[in-house]
């Protein structure tokens, strides 16, 4: 993990100022890390730039561990974004009972304009959908992965 020194001097981080220095933000500990893994999976199913911002203040918010948050929003990377999207997409048009539309995604402003009527809402409705349903799934599966570890370790010092 960075030292919290390094992250507290990003230039996109030092907006947050002061309230970089909350010991638990940077701690790995039983309570910060599954909500950390939480608010970084849900971060990662939002579409927008600059994810590792929103993980970062929502991390600050929920005080949990900021590294953890912001790295997991690069699960969405240029090699999975158009699987997880697509999948968005697919899901909530499914839960709207849309018809799915096909589309070639074009990089441009016009493009976005006009498909935000047609294909944005089963797409929103998606990416939110499975970034909650992620970040309960990572929150109590790192929970539990957390409580089976000193499990173990307890088990392991008794012998």
């Not at 919290?4 to 907006?15: A, D, I, R, S, Y």
């Not at 005080?63 to 909530?92: D, E, K, Q, R, S």
């Not at 294909?119 to 109590?140: E, Q, R």
Request: charged share 10%.
């Amino acid at each position: 993990m960075p030292k919290p020194e390094t992250l507290q001097n990003h230039k996109h981080l030092q907006m947050f100022g002061k309230w970089l220095h909350k010991p638990n933000l940077w701690a790995l500990n039983r309570r910060s890390a599954p909500a950390a893994f939480a608010v970084g999976l849900f971060v990662a199913w939002i579409p927008m730039p600059f994810q590792m911002v929103l993980a970062a203040a929502l991390a600050i918010i929920f005080n949990c561990n900021i590294p953890i948050a912001v790295a997991l929003v690069w699960i969405t990377n240029p090699f999975t974004m158009p699987f997880m999207f697509y999948a968005a997409y697919l899901l909530g048009a499914k839960l709207l009972n849309h018809p799915t539309q096909d589309f070639a995604f074009e990089a441009n402003w016009q493009w976005v304009e006009a498909s935000i009527s047609t294909i944005g809402p089963p797409f929103l409705l998606g990416c939110l959908v499975l970034g909650t349903i992620f970040a309960i799934v990572g929150f109590f599966l790192i929970k539990t992965l957390w409580k089976y570890s000193i499990l173990f370790k307890w088990i392991k010092r008794k012998n």
